[in-house]
């Protein structure tokens, strides 16, 4: 059973140029969440999708956006990239309607802007 | 909103020690879960625990949902359980996950 996979691994942008980031939840999960975690922090919440619609947002601009997919694989795109976007973009799946809301991780894409 | 606070920030133990981690949350929850942050970044699920208390190995966690916070016990450390240990809540009425700032572990051989 395949966990939680992202893509890419690493990537190296330049200021105002834009990024795609990709995740394939966990087999079975139908719940994506984004979540940005700069050097040192905690995860910061982005977004959470749930049958391809946006279901809640945390205190990001709308330069950062997401999609998903009807095989619930799921994207998420920033524009206009900052210096400041540079983090690790972390991708967690779940599946609420097993009873427990456990999510879990991949293993992150590295954004660096240069 | 929510807010999550950990507590020790940081804290180094000797190999074989035991040792508690705190996060007390303000406001009620639907679901806490403990994760373990490894050196590469992978984010590992300890315990999903909204409250009562499990056990797993050398790990056990307690949360006490009405006090608004939960406990992590490793006990016997060793060196590789080295690394970052986040708390996550989930705020009651909303779908929105907020992680504490974390406890940085490092075991000594």
């Known amino acids: 059973d395949a966990g939680v996979t992202q893509s890419p691994t690493h990537l190296i942008k330049t200021r105002g140029q834009q990024v795609t980031l990709r995740c394939s939840p966990k087999s079975g999960h139908d719940t994506v969440s984004w979540y940005q975690q700069a050097l040192g922090q905690g995860p910061q919440f982005i977004f959470q999708y749930y049958e391809e619609e946006e279901r809640q947002r945390g205190n990001f601009p709308d330069r950062f956006s997401g999609h998903q997919f009807p095989n619930y694989s799921s994207e998420l795109n920033v524009n206009a990239l900052l210096l400041g976007d540079s983090a690790l973009y972390l991708c967690a799946s779940s599946e609420p309607s097993l009873g427990t809301d456990t999510q879990y991780f991949g293993p992150g894409t590295r954004l660096t802007v240069l | 909103g929510i807010q999550v606070e950990q507590s020790p920030p940081d804290l180094i133990l000797q190999e074989g020690a035991n040792s508690t981690l705190r996060c007390n949350f303000s406001d009620s929850v639907n679901n806490l879960q403990w994760f373990h942050q490894n050196p590469w970044g992978q984010l590992i699920n300890l315990f999903y625990i909204p409250s009562g208390t499990k056990q797993n190995g050398r790990l056990s966690a307690t949360t006490v949902a009405t006090e608004r916070y939960s406990l992590l016990y490793i006990s016997s450390s060793q060196t590789t359980d080295s690394g970052v240990y986040f708390c996550?809540?989930?705020?009651?009425?909303?779908?929105?996950?907020?992680f504490g700032a974390g406890t940085r572990l490092f075991v000594k051989a």
């Open positions: 996550a809540v989930e705020a009651s009425g909303g779908f929105k996950t907020i």
